[in-house]
Each structure stands twice: as C-alpha cells, then as structure tokens.
T-cell receptor, first 113, second 116 residues
Framework: DADVTQTPRNRITKTGKRIMLECSQT?????MYWYRQDPGLGLRLIYY???????NKGEISDGYSVSRQAQAKFSLSLESAIPNQTALYFC????????????FGSGTQLSVL | KQEVTQIPAALSVPEGENLVLNCSFT??????LQWFRQDPGKGLTSLLL?????REQTSGRLNASLDKSSGRSTLYIAASQPGDSATYLC???????????????FGEGTQLTVNP
C-alpha cells in the first residue's frame, strides 16, 4: 500500500461546485503539504501544516481551504471551483527539521469545466 | 524571488549513455536542494537531497553535485537504462525557511527518454 494516498485520482466538476480532495498517510509524519502542478508553472505550494493545530498558507492559497483532521489526514477544499483551478494536485509529507525529504502521493487530476 | 531553471526541457539518449541534467537557481542562499523523479500518473519520488554545506550526494548510478556560489546543481546518471525514463525535477529550499521547511521552489523539470 502507498504511504501517501490521495483520493480521488481523477475528478471532473463544473464551475461553482464545492470539491474536496483527501490525503492520508501512514508514514507517521507531522508535516503535510498541498501542491498544484501546472504546465509551464511547475509545482506551487497551496497550504501546509506542521501538526494538527498548525495550518499555514502557501504562495497560492486564494480560493482554497484545508482541514487537518488528524496527524494522518489533510484535506483540500475548493469552495467554489473555477476553470483556472484545473491542475494536478499533490499531497506530500515530511518528517520535519533534520529530515526534509518530501514524500508525495500519486496526485489528483482535477478538471473544472 | 528565487527562480529555478532546468535545461534542457527534454532529452533523448540511447541506452547505456552517461548523461547530465542541469539545474540552476538565482538565489544562492539555500538550505538544501533536492532532486526528484516523476513518472506519468504518479507523484514525485525524492532521489537525492544535498545540504548547502555538501558538494555532492550519491545513490547507486545517480550522483548529484551542488555549487552554491554559482547557483548550479547537476544530476549525473551513469549507464542509463530505459527504466530511467521519467521527468526529473530539482527543488531548492531557502535558508530563511530553515525552521519551517515549507517553501521549496521547483524547476519545471527535464523529461528524459532512454531508448533501448
């Protein structure tokens, strides 16, 4: 089984709909991240969390919200999806200071029509 | 603002060839640099992480070097195999994020194809 699991793998939705992407991990890491990947723009950080009570905005947080339900779970919501949120979304984890390697999920391809 | 550039965007080589992928960054005040591999339909896999105080890291057929002062890193792949075909990305973490560990800046990657 994958250490970092994202659901769903693919999602097609319409403008204005609320969407939730979920991420769970079995690595026991405290730190979790949400990135989006766009052609020509690379990966950009949306939100990150260093523990259950810690949530921080990344460089492109507008239009998104997150919830850290438990150490192992970190979900990303689009309250009202718009077409320019069409992208490949990745969840990632890391152990923390001293071990900064990132471990990524397989991604969620989201298309907003 | 840190910018990370990877050239070439795509590379095609015959099996068995040794090759070098390049990564350059504009701000030399980095904490570390990571090289990742991305396969289609999959997430990124961390290959090597080089701390700013280090010059290189090796793992199997992979060797990554770092020249912080010139803002460059290279990923050397020895005796390439078709299974090495993937997109390779580098990412830098700035010094000022040392305690937060969050703000990696990624390059757009080099798409490598190794032909049998």
């Amino acid at each position: 089984d994958a250490d970092v699991t994202q659901t769903p793998r693919n999602r097609i939705t319409k403008t204005g709909k609320r969407i939730m992407l979920e991420c769970s991990q079995t690595k026991g890491h405290d730190r979790m991240y949400w990135y989006r990947q766009d052609p020509g723009l690379g990966l950009r950080l949306i939100y990150y969390s260093f523990d259950v009570k810690d949530i921080n905005k990344g460089e492109i947080s507008d239009g998104y919200s997150v919830s850290r339900q438990a150490q192992a779970k970190f979900s990303l919501s689009l309250e009202s999806a718009i077409p320019n949120q069409t992208a490949l979304y990745f969840c990632a984890t890391s152990a923390g200071t001293g071990d900064e390697k990132l471990f990524f999920g397989s991604g969620t391809q989201l298309s907003v029509l | 603002k840190q910018e990370v550039t990877q050239i070439p965007a795509a590379l095609s080589v015959p099996e068995g060839e040794n090759l070098v992928l390049n990564c350059s960054f504009t701000d030399s005040a980095i904490y570390n640099l990571q090289w990742f591999r991305q396969d289609p339909g999959k997430g990124l896999t961390s290959l090597l992480l080089i701390q700013s105080s280090q010059r290189e890291q090796t793992s199997g057929r992979l060797n990554a070097s770092l020249d912080k002062s010139s803002g460059r890193s290279t990923l050397y792949i020895a005796a390439s195999q078709p299974g090495d075909s993937a997109t390779y990305l580098c990412a830098v973490r700035p010094v000022w994020e040392e305690t937060s560990g969050s703000r990696l800046t990624f390059g757009e990657g080099t798409q490598l194809t190794v032909n049998p």
